[in-house]
């Protein structure tokens, strides 16, 4: 591995590890690696590029799909809905600006959030647990059309989801 490829490498780990917002690393990267008067001062290939976005978009993925797990909801690493929203968001600005699309993760996204919220209204209708949703019906509403889910495909009984947040 040349040291250009272990320095890459090593920004790319730091951006997919880097927290709740990964495209402040990714930027953080690229001037350490670009600008920065103590850096290597590199220029990167189109691909060395795509390879350091990437990692700013599965970061991106893996907390919303964290935030729409039904495991975590109790866990302190949770975020809860709203915060999947704010990522989802995020996400499709930093892919708006950097040129990329989001197609490909919105399958899974919504699926996810179909998953998430069947498993939170049989719960809550079971009595099982309070409902953790920490957002409006409008919010999710304006998510699901966004990420594709029809409201036909939202669970039955959603709105008993909102009754509890009084």
């Known amino acids: 591995m040349t040291e250009t490829e272990s320095l890459l490498a090593e920004e ?3 951006v997919r590890h880097s927290g709740e917002i990964p495209e402040i690393a990714f930027h953080g990267s690229l001037y350490y690696l670009c600008e920065d008067p103590d850096g290597p001062q590199l220029t990167l290939s189109q691909e ?3 390879n350091l976005r990437q990692q700013v978009v599965a970061r991106y993925r893996e907390i919303m799909l964290r935030d729409l797990d039904p495991e975590n909801r109790d866990a302190r690493i949770y975020r809860g809905l709203k915060r999947c929203i704010f990522n989802w968001e995020r996400l499709g600005k930093f892919c708006a600006r950097q040129e990329m699309t989001v197609e490909d993760m919105r399958l899974e996204i919504a699926e996810a959030l179909r998953c998430f919220l069947r498993q939170e209204a ?3 209708r079971a009595g ?4 953790c949703l920490n957002c409006t019906k409008e ?4 998510f699901a059309r966004e990420i594709g889910v029809l409201p ?3 669970p039955e009984g959603i709105e008993l989801l909102f009754c509890q947040q009084d």
Do not use: Y
């Open 122 to 124: 049989d719960e809550v």
């Open 152 to 154: 036909e495909q939202l």
């Open 12 to 14: 790319m780990l730091i």
């Open 139 to 142: 919010e999710l509403d304006a």
């Open 48 to 50: 060395e590029l795509a």
């Open 128 to 131: 099982l647990r309070q409902s």
